[in-house]
């Protein structure tokens, strides 16, 4: 190396640490009485910049006697969100912020300086969304989404996007990045159409005062007593008198309705998720291939075959049966 660039390369060090240790001081005599703001066990890195690069600090001439009353005036050298949005491009376009960044800023779930969790943030995503939105949790729900309960952050762009709802991708894509069985079922030979067009056809993204996070009512499994509004969920689409009527598909030759015998029924009415799978199937008409049977996670295989002229139903909750669609 040329002498000359060596001796610049040595100057600039200088000045560097020169720099460095001077801000270092400054940071230590803040500190000695803010000790507090770096007490959490993340740290942010923008504190290698000093404090002074976010606070504008002008000493008092003469010292308070009260050691709480503060030795100095201070204002931020930016306000928030732009002094954040300097280092940060949250969100991508400031024109789709969510609104508490711009009215509340990002200190609002953010410690500038440092936090006892990941991110930084003050509380649990869910607690600090809560503030808020408390009507995402309906009160008396009886099924909660595992993930509402771990974090909002896992649908939606918390900063806020483009896209309606600030999601992160629409139902059903949103929805079958996580369930990857029930997209088996929608992608299977025959799905149902509104699972595969839109899961909130059925479901609530958040919780529900049904089971399994469903829009209506369908009661809990494996039976109930029959009344009517029992199997509102379908019938939402589906009108009973094509299930119960003379036109269904499962009937006997004599044209008993087959959906009456298994359904309309004081005890032990059966679900109709007990034949047909909500989502999808390899069977023809929705029909499961397995009935799920007692605790211990047994499945019951369902069949059935045809000989064109009678269909043959093979399940093991009663000998095989054939009857005429
Ligand atoms: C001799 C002690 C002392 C020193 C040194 C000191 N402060 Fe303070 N500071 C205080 C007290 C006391 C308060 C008022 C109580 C509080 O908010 O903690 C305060 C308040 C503040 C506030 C909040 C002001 C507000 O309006 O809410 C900021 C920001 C601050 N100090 C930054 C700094 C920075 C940056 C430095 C170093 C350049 C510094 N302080 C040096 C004692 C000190
Ligand atoms: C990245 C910018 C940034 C840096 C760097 C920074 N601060 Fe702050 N600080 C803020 C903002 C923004 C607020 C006001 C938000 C709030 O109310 O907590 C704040 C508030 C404070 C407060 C008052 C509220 C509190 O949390 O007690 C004190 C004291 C403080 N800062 C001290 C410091 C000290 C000391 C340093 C250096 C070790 C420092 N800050 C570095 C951005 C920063
Ligand atoms: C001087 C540049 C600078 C400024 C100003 C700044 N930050 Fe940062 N911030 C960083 C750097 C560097 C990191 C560490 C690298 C990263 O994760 O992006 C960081 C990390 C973070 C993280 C943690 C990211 C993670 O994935 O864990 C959060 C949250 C954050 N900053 C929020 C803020 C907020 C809120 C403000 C305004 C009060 C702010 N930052 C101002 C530079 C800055
Ligand atoms: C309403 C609360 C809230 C506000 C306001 C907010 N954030 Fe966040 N931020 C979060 C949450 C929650 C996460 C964690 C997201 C996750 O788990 O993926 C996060 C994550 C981050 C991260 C790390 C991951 C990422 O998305 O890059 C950065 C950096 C960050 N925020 C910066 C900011 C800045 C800068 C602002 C202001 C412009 C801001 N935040 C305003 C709640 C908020
Ligand atoms: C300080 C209050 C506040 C906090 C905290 C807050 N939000 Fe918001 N949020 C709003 C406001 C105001 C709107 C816009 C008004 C509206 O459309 O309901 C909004 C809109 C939304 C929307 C879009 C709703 C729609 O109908 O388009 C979503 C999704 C959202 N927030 C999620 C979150 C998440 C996730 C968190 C936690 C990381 C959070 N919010 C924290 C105030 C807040
Ligand atoms: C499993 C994904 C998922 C999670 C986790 C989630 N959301 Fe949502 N959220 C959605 C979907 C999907 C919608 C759109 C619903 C619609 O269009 O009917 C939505 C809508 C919203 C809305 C708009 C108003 C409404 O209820 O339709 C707000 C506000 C909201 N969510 C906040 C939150 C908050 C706060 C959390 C965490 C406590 C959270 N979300 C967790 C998927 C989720
Ligand atoms: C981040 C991953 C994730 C996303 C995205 C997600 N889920 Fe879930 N979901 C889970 C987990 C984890 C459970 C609990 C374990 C299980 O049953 O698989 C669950 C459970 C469920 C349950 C069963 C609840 C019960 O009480 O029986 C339904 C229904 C459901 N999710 C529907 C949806 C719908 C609809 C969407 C899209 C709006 C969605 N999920 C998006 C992770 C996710
Ligand atoms: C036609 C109504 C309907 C639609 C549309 C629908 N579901 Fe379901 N879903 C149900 C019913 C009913 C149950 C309860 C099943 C039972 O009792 O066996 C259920 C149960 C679930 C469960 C929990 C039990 C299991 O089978 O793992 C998950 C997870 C689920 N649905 C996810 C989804 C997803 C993801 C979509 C969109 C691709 C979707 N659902 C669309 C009606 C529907
Ligand atoms: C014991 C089993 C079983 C139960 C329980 C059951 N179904 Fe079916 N369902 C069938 C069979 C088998 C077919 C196919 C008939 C054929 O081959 O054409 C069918 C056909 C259908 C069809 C196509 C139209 C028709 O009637 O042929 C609809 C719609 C339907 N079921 C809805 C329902 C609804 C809604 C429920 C609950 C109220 C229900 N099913 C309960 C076995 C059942
Ligand atoms: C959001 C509307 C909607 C809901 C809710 C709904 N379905 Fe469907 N279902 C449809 C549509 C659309 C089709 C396809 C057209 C048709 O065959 O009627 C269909 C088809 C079916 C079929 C196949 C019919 C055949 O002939 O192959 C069965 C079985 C069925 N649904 C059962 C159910 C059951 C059981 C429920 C309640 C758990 C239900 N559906 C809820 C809209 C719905």
Redesign the pocket.
């Known amino acids: 190396m040329n002498r000359g660039w060596g001796g610049l390369v040595l100057l600039t060090l200088l000045v560097w640490t020169g720099r460095a240790r001077a801000q270092e001081d400054e940071d230590a005599a803040c500190l000695r009485c803010h000790e507090n703001v770096v007490a959490g066990a993340v740290r942010h890195d923008a504190l290698d910049e000093g404090c002074t690069s976010c606070h504008e600090v002008t000493m008092k001439e003469e010292a308070p006697k009260d050691p709480r009353v503060a030795p100095h005036t201070t204002s931020l050298t930016e306000e928030e969100?732009a002094l954040?949005?300097d280092c940060?491009d949250?969100p991508e376009n400031p024109d789709d912020a969510?609104p508490?960044?711009d009215d509340?800023?990002?200190t609002?779930?953010?410690n500038p300086h440092s936090a006892p969790r990941e991110?930084l943030?003050r509380d649990k995503?869910y607690q600090?969304?809560r503030q808020c939105h408390a009507e995402t949790l309906p009160s008396g729900y009886l099924s909660l989404h595992a993930p509402v309960d771990s974090?909002c952050?896992s649908c939606h762009d918390?900063?806020g996007n483009e896209k309606d709802k600030y999601l992160k991708a629409t139902s059903p894509d949103l929805c079958l990045s996580c369930h990857k069985d029930i997209q088996k079922a929608v992608t299977s030979a025959y799905p149902h159409d509104p699972a595969e067009e839109d899961c909130l056809n059925c479901h609530v993204p958040h919780a529900s005062r049904d089971v399994h996070l469903l829009n209506a009512y369908y009661p809990p499994g494996p039976y109930t007593v029959y009344t009517p509004l029992r199997y509102n969920l379908c019938w939402q689409c589906h009108d009973p008198e094509d299930v119960f009527g003379e036109d269904t598909g499962f009937r006997t030759k004599l044209g008993k309705n087959l959906h009456a015998v298994h359904v309309k029924r004081r005890k032990k009415s059966r679900l109709c998720t007990l034949c047909h799978s909500p989502h999808g199937s390899n069977q023809e008409h929705l029909l499961q291939t397995g009935i799920p049977f007692g605790a211990e996670g047994w499945v019951i295989p369902l069949k059935v075959t045809s000989n064109g002229k009678e269909k043959r139903c093979s399940a093991a909750c009663h000998e095989s049966r054939s009857y005429s669609p």
């Open positions: 969100p954040c949005q940060h949250v969510h508490p960044i509340e800023g990002c609002l779930c953010h991110h943030l995503p600090l969304c974090s952050a918390v900063h």
